[in-house]
């Protein structure tokens, strides 16, 4: 097994059954889903520990926190993580079938090079279309593109992706947080690995699919700033 599936999740017993059944449905199931739960209040508990009693054909994790915010739910996934490589899927959103055996087939290009944090992929709307409906300017000859987190911009790439990372470098470089405040973007880790200059090879692959809802935090753009 070499991919650890990670979703912290908040009161999201409502929804996170689509990420569930996604995974249930992939062609590969070489992986494990480490479920951090943020202080529900909602059956969440009981939601997952359901599913645990199932022969699901990957290994569930569940791991309750009290409610400590998003970039700490995430570094203790990442703790807890087996696996070498590490992916995140929001409560909200699931994964295309192939998504998995997409990612296994892929990996052995950069196994070993030290250079590399790992591979992106695009993420779609529920229609197919891409995030901010605009393409990748990957050349679809070579089919991928070399380059640090902070370089998207220049490929069209500064769109919501989806990442699958070397764990060990999101321990070397964990989530940032304040005391003071439950959230803060993840690309500030991102940047940071990238000013280390570790590069992504970069994707136009569909394989993650978002559906923003109105208690997300990306809806939330005060929050967020």
């Not at 999201?12 to 479920?35: H, P």
């Not at 569930?60 to 203790?76: D, Q």
């Not at 192939?98 to 030290?114: F, S, T, Y």
């Not at 940071?192 to 590069?199: D, E, F, R, V």
Request: hydrophobic residues 35%; aromatic residues 12%; charged residues 25%.
């Amino acid at each position: 097994m070499k991919l650890t599936i990670h979703t912290a999740t908040y009161n999201r017993a409502y929804i996170l059954g689509k990420a569930y059944e996604s995974l249930c449905a992939q062609t590969c199931k070489d992986f494990e889903w480490i479920i951090t739960d943020d202080g529900s209040t909602d059956g969440t508990d009981a939601l997952v520990r359901g599913w645990m009693e199932k022969n699901n054909g990957f290994t569930i994790i569940y791991n309750p926190l009290s409610h400590v915010g998003v970039p700490r739910a995430l570094n203790s996934g990442v703790n807890m993580a087996s696996n070498k490589w590490f992916m995140i899927l929001d409560s909200d959103d699931h994964l295309v079938p192939g998504a998995v055996e997409r990612i296994m087939q892929l990996l052995p290009e950069i196994e070993g090079k030290e250079e590399f944090v790992g591979l992106g992929f695009a993420r779609c709307h529920p229609d197919g279309s891409f995030m901010k409906n605009q393409t990748p300017k990957i050349d679809p000859s070579v089919g991928y593109v070399d380059i640090t987190n902070i370089e998207r911009p220049l490929y069209n790439l500064d769109m919501d992706m989806c990442e699958v990372q070397r764990t060990d470098l999101l321990k070397k470089y964990p989530f940032q947080y304040w005391g003071t405040e439950k959230f803060a973007p993840e690309q500030l880790n991102y940047n940071a690995i990238a000013l280390a200059g570790y590069k992504f090879r970069w994707r136009m692959d569909k394989l993650y699919v978002c559906d923003y809802l109105q208690d997300g935090l990306t809806r939330n753009d005060r929050l967020v700033k």
